[in-house]
Each structure stands twice: as C-alpha cells, then as structure tokens.
C-alpha cells in the first residue's frame, strides 16, 4: 500500500512539472459557475462558467486550472465528487487521488448517466432511487430528454417513469434520503432497438400482405416437391426405357 501511494505521489509531482494547468470538463447539458475563493480571504473571489457541450462540434465546454485553482475549487464545490466536471480520461486516477476522492470510478459522469438510462437493470436504476440531490436528478432528467429528442426509442416509459417519480420525490420531500419507489424486474426491460422496431415493421407487413391475398381470394403458391401429398390408388407405371439406353 505505501509503495502504490508513494507512486502516485511521484506521478503526480510529476504532472505538476509537466502540466502547470489542467484542462476541466463539461459534458452536460447546462452551463456550470464555479468560485475559486481566495486562500486566507484575501482578494476578491474568481469566478468562471465552464460551458455545456456542444452537440454540433462533439466538443465539451472546458476550461484550465491551476493546481491551486483544482484543490480551491474541491473545497467549496461538489462539481469532482459528483461527476459534474471530468477530466481527461488518462489524467483521472492521480487527479482524483490528488483531491482524495478514493471512489471516482463509481462517479455519476455524463456517460454513466446515459448508460443508466438506455441500458437499465435493477442495480443501475437503484442509482437513480437513491438520488438525494436535485442538481443531480436535474442531470438524468436533461440527459434524458436529450436521448428521446434524438430517438423517443432511447427511453423507455418505465425508466422514464422512475427519474420523474424521484425528481418530484427530491422537490417536495423534507426527507430526501427516502424514497417511495419501489423497483420491480420489468422496471429494468430495455426499450426495443431502431433495427429491431425495423426487423418488427418488415415482418408485420409480409404478414398484412400474406393476410390480404387471403381475403382476396388469390391462390396459395404451389407447395413444394417435398411438400406435395401422394394420392392413394393405383401408381401409375413409368414407361419401359429403350434398348440402348
């Protein structure tokens, strides 16, 4: 254990060197205003606004910090905690040992989020039911609303139904570590796939079509050889071959 800590003190000074300014991401949907409070009170408060995702570009709002600047900005905002603000993926592990958040990997980042959502199971959707925050309800119910935009299909009405029982639950209730909730198996059944609704659409139109030449009266088509009923009776004899044959 003191030789993986004393690692990634090292890695960690390392980076310092290299990078005196770390890049801080948002992949949501809103703005978010983060306050650098000035160490000892001294100074006038920074404020900055790390802009959402741009769905034209594929591009995350980001802005850069100092070291500094990251551990002031942990002390006053639960933006790292909660998954509201990334880093870059090959930077996380020391970066999250840096700020002494030991669980960074179970974080609700935006693509955990969209995960929860488009492929639920019971323990995912437990996730959403033990929600006690509204920012953080707020982000499944944008993350959601974005998906169905793109494809109502995304979304299935029971997960759908789940995040607003909880968002009204985290709004009106007093005691937001309760919940009234109670998550069944068919809670957790996935919505159906545009290539299988496309599968689904192909086959009931043969069907109609199957159905209509019935009904209007139109001749099955001829079975086939191994299909076809011998009728009972005599068998009529084949011909004799020729002589030379």
Request: with cysteine.
């Given at each position: 254990?003191?030789?993986k800590?004393?690692?990634?003190?090292?890695?960690?000074?390392?980076?310092?060197?290299e990078?005196?300014?770390?890049?801080?991401?948002?992949?949501?949907?809103?703005?978010?205003?983060?306050?650098?409070?000035e160490?000892?009170?001294?100074?006038?408060?920074?404020?900055?606004?790390?802009?959402?995702?741009?769905?034209?570009?594929?591009i995350?709002?980001?802005v850069?910090?100092?070291?500094?600047?990251?551990?002031?900005?942990?002390?006053?905002?639960?933006?790292?905690?909660?998954?509201?603000?990334?880093?870059?993926?090959?930077?996380?592990?020391?970066?999250?040992?840096?700020?002494?958040?030991?669980?960074?990997?179970?974080?609700?980042?935006?693509?955990n989020?969209?995960?929860?959502?488009?492929?639920?199971?019971?323990?995912?959707?437990?996730?959403?039911?033990?929600?006690?925050?509204?920012s953080?309800?707020?982000?499944f119910?944008?993350?959601?609303?974005?998906?169905?935009?793109?494809?109502?299909?995304?979304?299935?009405?029971?997960?759908?139904?789940?995040?607003?029982?909880?968002?009204?639950?985290?709004q009106?209730?007093?005691?937001?570590?309760?919940?009234s909730?109670?998550?069944?198996?068919?809670?957790?059944e996935?919505?159906?796939?545009?290539?299988?609704?496309?599968?689904?659409?192909?086959?009931?139109a043969?069907m109609?079509?199957?159905?209509?030449?019935?009904?209007?009266?139109?001749?099955?088509?001829?079975?086939?050889a191994a299909?076809?009923?011998?009728?009972?009776?005599k068998?009529?004899?084949?011909?004799?071959?020729?002589?030379?044959v």
């Open positions: 254990m003191a030789t800590e004393k690692t990634m003190r090292e890695v960690i000074e390392e980076l310092k060197k990078y005196e300014l770390i890049k801080v991401m948002n992949y949501g949907d809103s703005p978010i205003v983060i306050t650098i409070k160490r000892g009170g001294f100074g006038a408060d920074k404020g900055m606004t790390v802009e959402p995702f741009d769905y034209n570009t594929g995350p709002g980001f850069k910090l100092t070291w500094q600047e990251l551990q002031a900005v942990h002390e006053t905002c639960p933006v790292f905690r909660n998954g509201m603000l990334e880093f870059e993926e090959e930077f996380r592990e020391p970066l999250y040992y840096f700020l002494r958040i030991s669980d960074w990997e179970n974080l609700l980042f935006r693509h989020i969209e995960d929860i959502i488009k492929n639920p199971t019971l323990e995912k959707l437990q996730r959403i039911v033990a929600l006690t925050s509204v953080q309800i707020h982000r119910r944008s993350c959601m609303l974005q998906l169905m935009n793109e494809d109502e299909r995304n979304v299935s009405s029971k997960v759908e139904r789940v995040i607003n029982m909880r968002f009204k639950e985290l009106n209730s007093t005691n937001r570590s309760q919940s909730i109670v998550l069944t198996p068919k809670d957790a996935r919505p159906i796939s545009q290539e299988e609704a496309s599968s689904m659409k192909e086959q009931m043969k109609e079509a199957m159905i209509a030449a019935l009904q209007a009266g139109q001749t099955p088509a001829p079975a086939t299909e076809a009923t011998p009728t009972k009776g068998t009529k004899k084949a011909p004799a071959k020729s002589a030379g």
